[in-house]
């Protein structure tokens, strides 16, 4: 009998129901030395990689350290703060969104989205928190790899104002995979089976290559078939492990793509790929551009 499996779904559906993750905006902000938001509050939930620099967050009356590969989750609604260190001033990328849809009228534009700590706040706009436990910040080694999970779901400033309805599917699709992976690095407990959670850690901090060819004997160590392990992963990140790991070696490359001298067929040949046109598209359809144009604005 399958009943437990059965109730896991049930549970499941019933507690993360309202749970449909929307992306609103994201960008690229580089602070000036020792520049300073004022005290704020957003009506969007907002996750922040500090790319490079150092500076202090002012979050629930504590003073945050900031450096290099710190990811940030500040719940809408939040009082909080920016500033910059004076000598190494920090590069955000940041990502606002709801997690589940809010009608806001009137919304159109990023400032509308936030609101001085002492100004007017409707709570009832700022949409139902789930029940998830989420670290305030949490740790990440690989930054340029996290940071072409932000660039997948930050459109060129030309399509800001003029996005069509496929390109919001395209980016809101990018974002909900890069929501898995930081799910994996901040979640305490409630949201996943714990051990798909350690199996993603390990796969964020392992070479590809090794992910590749270990994945599932790392499963079997943590106790699951390979079954088992089919139906947890795909349940709990929307992917099969092999289309998880396709979408990771994307990342890879566009890495590559910012980060070294490699040509895109040297790169295309290095993860895997048959021929630079069968590369081009599988690319194109997970970040939105081709190597090409992915080079010329990330380098």
């Excluded at 960008?27 to 020792?34: I, N």
């Excluded at 709801?98 to 409707?122: C, I, K, L, M």
Aim: hydrophobic residues 35%; contains cysteine; charged residues 20%.
């Amino acid at each position: 009998m399958k009943i437990p499996v059965y109730r896991f779904q049930t549970d499941y559906v019933t507690r993360y129901s309202n749970i449909n993750p929307l992306l609103l905006f994201a960008q690229k902000y580089e602070f000036g030395a020792v520049e300073a938001t004022p005290l704020r509050r957003c009506y969007a939930n907002e996750i922040v990689l500090i790319e490079s620099g150092k500076g202090t967050l002012r979050l629930r009356n504590e003073d945050i350290r900031l450096e290099p590969g710190t990811l940030v989750y500040i719940p809408a609604g939040s009082i909080h703060r920016w500033t910059a260190d004076s000598a190494d001033p920090m590069v955000h990328r940041c990502v606002y969104f709801d997690w589940s849809f809010v009608g806001r009228p009137g919304f159109h534009f990023q400032r509308n989205y936030f609101t001085g700590a002492e100004s007017a706040f409707r709570e009832e706009l700022i949409g139902a928190l789930p029940d998830l436990k989420l670290r305030d910040r949490a740790k990440v080694n690989n930054i340029p790899l996290w940071v072409s999970y932000f660039n997948a779901f930050t459109p060129p400033p030309e399509l800001l104002d003029r996005q069509n309805p496929w390109d919001s599917l395209k980016y809101n699709g990018a974002f909900q995979t890069f929501l898995h992976h930081y799910l994996a690095f901040a979640m305490l407990h409630g949201g996943t089976d714990s051990r798909i959670t350690k199996l993603l850690q390990r796969i964020s901090s392992e070479p590809l290559e090794a992910c590749e060819r270990h994945l599932y004997e790392w499963a079997a160590e943590l106790g699951m078939g390979r079954s088992r392990f089919h139906d947890l992963f795909k349940a709990d990140t929307g992917f099969t492990p092999k289309e998880y790991l396709q979408q990771l070696r994307l990342h890879h490359a566009a890495e590559d793509l910012s980060c070294t001298l490699l040509t895109v067929t040297d790169i295309a040949q290095k993860y895997g790929y048959s021929s630079i046109h069968y590369f081009s598209k599988a690319f194109r359809n997970v970040m939105g551009m081709t190597p090409t144009m992915y080079r010329a604005k990330h380098r």
